[in-house]
């Protein structure tokens, strides 16, 4: 599982590199989301653009991340492609989330 | 008439769930209409990582699992074997959707059979003596 992570305009930009989240990874991918957010900024940006597939444990992960965040920061996500979007649909997780089209519209927005 | 398109056993083992997920998706390569691998790969992906998690946990490399799925008219049809232990009740979970509270209360799981129910169609579950059955079709969106 390849994360890595980046500051910008007071911005915590987490970039998954691969291009699943899937149950072979969730839990790892929780564990490093844990680390690299532990400190930082309010607002953090998971950014997906480099992701095409999602299963429901990697939906469960991303989910775990924004609540280990807690209450006073927040996770949203950005670059969805449409396999990783309709996922978020289906499960109505696109509500919970601030989805952006991509980083950089994350970042002006 | 309907074309096998993909048959391949599967190691009771994430990472072997994800090979074929990924074969699966070569395999649609070209046939794609609509979206249907897409929702194919969830779905096989949620009944695959189901059967590893529960019908298969702790069975180690005993664990067989065997998919095949054929090109049927403009859809898919599905049909996975296990030599897991039996689905709870004899059937498939309720396939509802989660609700969705505050934060602290969002759900982590849960969401697997609930996809299964929204994107597969005819989901049909059999117990054979010492093996799992369970076939669906994806169809073409309209």
Same mark, same amino acid.
């Given at each position: 599982m390849e994360l890595s992570k980046r500051e910008l305009d007071g911005v915590l930009i987490v970039t998954v590199n691969e291009s699943r989240i899937d149950s072979a990874v969730a839990i790892r991918f929780k564990d490093m989301m844990r680390q690299l957010t532990e400190?930082?900024?309010e607002r953090v940006v998971l950014d997906?653009?480099?992701?095409d597939f999602i299963d429901s444990s990697g939906l469960g992960a991303i989910v775990g991340a924004m609540k280990l965040l807690g209450a006073d920061r927040r996770l949203d996500l950005s670059g969805l492609r449409d396999n990783v979007a309709k996922v978020f649909t289906l499960t109505r997780m696109d509500r919970v989330f601030r989805i952006h089209m991509s980083l950089s519209d994350a970042l002006g927005g | 008439m309907a074309e096998l398109i993909f048959d391949t056993d599967v190691d009771n083992d994430p990472h072997d769930v994800r090979r074929a997920l990924i074969d699966f998706r070569a395999t649609m390569r070209g046939r794609d209409r609509g979206g249907l691998t897409g929702s194919a790969e969830t779905v096989l992906a949620e009944v695959l990582n189901n059967i590893v998690e529960h019908? $298969?946990?702790?069975? =180690?490399?005993?664990g067989a699992i065997h998919v095949r799925c054929h090109l049927e008219g403009a859809g898919l049809c599905f049909e996975v074997v296990d030599?897991?232990?039996?689905?709870p009740g004899g059937e498939c979970p309720a396939r509802t959707m989660p609700e969705l509270g505050k934060l602290e209360d $969002?759900?982590?799981? =849960?969401?697997g059979w609930a996809l299964v129910g929204i994107l597969a169609s005819d989901l049909e579950y059999q117990r054979d003596r010492h093996e799992n059955r369970l076939r669906f079709r994806l169809l073409v969106p309209d």
């Open positions: 400190n930082g900024p997906l653009a480099h992701v | 019908a $298969l946990a702790g069975r =180690g490399q005993d030599n897991g232990i039996p689905l $969002l759900p982590e799981g =849960g969401f």
